[in-house]
């Protein structure tokens, strides 16, 4: 099994500033790189996406190789870390498009949690959107595959050890089922 504390930055991924936020309100504390994040295990802001088709189906990354957390993971909620400054909209409308190439949906924000482990922190804000049925232009280094599934198909990969799931983007299937 991989080990999700992998560390591995893109050249573009290094520097990106982030905002670091108190575990308990959110609230911001200072600024520190993505790189200074991952290592110490810093609590920052990301987003969670679900986003279906018109056939109640999920699609579902395969996060790339060289992802500097769960690289070659399932990835049922894909998203992002939030830049500095960033809203969690703004962020989660950006990541769409840069990552699968959808735009133009209507985003409902379901809610903003606290998700946390041995490997990340993170306040998370979770979305849906969808129906899409368009065609998909994946990013490379972000991205290796896209797969249809319903979200009871990962819950299921997930329970029987079938395939590597990022846990976060577990958690936030989770939710969005309660919703």
């Given at each position: ?80 870390v ?43 804000g979770?979305?849906c959107?969808g ?34 799931v ?14």
């Amino acid at each position: 099994m991989s080990n999700t504390n992998q560390t591995i930055f893109p050249e573009n991924a290094i520097d990106e500033t982030i905002d670091v936020v108190d575990e308990k309100t959110n609230t911001v504390l200072r600024q520190a790189t993505r790189k200074e994040m991952r290592k110490e295990n810093l609590c920052h802001r990301s987003t969670y996406i679900v986003t279906t088709n018109s056939h109640g189906q999920i699609y579902v990354q395969r996060r790339a190789k060289v992802k500097d957390f769960c690289p070659s993971f399932l990835d049922p909620t894909p998203g992002g870390v939030m830049q500095t400054g960033e809203t969690y909209e703004e962020n989660a409308k950006r990541e769409l498009e840069e990552e699968m190439g959808i735009k133009g949906l209507r985003f409902e924000h379901i809610g903003t949690h606290f998700y946390g482990d041995e490997t990340v922190k993170c306040w998370g804000g979770l979305f849906c959107c969808g129906p899409y049925d368009g065609d998909l232009k994946l990013q490379e280094e972000e991205v290796e595959s896209v797969s249809l599934m319903t979200p009871e198909q990962v819950i299921s990969l997930v329970e029987k050890g079938e395939d590597k799931v990022s846990p976060d983007s577990v958690f936030f299937l989770k939710m969005y089922l309660e919703w």
